[in-house]
């Protein structure tokens, strides 16, 4: 018993609490100084969903997209992945609140979303992209 609690800690990751992330965050700058837990664990979150190559460069076909959306099945050719891989990466995206999504028919389109990006960088230093 004491064994199997052991190789539970040790092989199964620790669950983060359930924030909703899904609108832009909203707090003081990190840069104006320190910040609370709640807050330091909403940007993380926001922050991990980005932390993938995969991610980084499906939000960046998003805004370089000349009709401002991109297809499931455009993403997953651009990026050289199986669509349900790139439809894993787009929900983790989604559930940060950095792209929205919206089914038509057979497929479904995806768009950044600009504000929440925005509202990531002023966070993380106020005089960013100004």
């Known amino acids: 018993m004491y064994v ?3 190789w539970q800690n040790v092989c199964m990751p620790k669950t983060l609490p359930v924030v909703d992330i899904s609108a832009p965050v909203c707090c003081s700058p990190v840069a104006a100084g320190p910040i609370g837990d709640e807050a ?7 922050l ?4 993938d190559p995969v991610r980084v460069k499906l939000v960046s076909l998003l805004f370089s997209s000349s009709d401002g959306e991109e297809c499931s099945r455009d993403l997953a050719t651009a990026v050289d992945l199986a669509e349900s891989t790139v439809s894993h990466h787009l929900s983790q ?7 929205q999504s919206e089914r038509r028919g057979m497929n479904v ?5 600009r504000e929440s990006l925005l509202a990531l960088c002023a966070v993380l230093d106020p005089n960013c992209c100004r």
């Open 4 to 6: 199997n609690k052991v």
């Open 40 to 46: 330091a664990l909403e940007i993380a979150l926001r």
């Open 93 to 99: 995206l989604r559930r940060a609140g950095l792209i």
């Open 109 to 113: 389109y995806h768009r950044p979303r």
């Open 48 to 51: 991990k969903a980005l932390a």
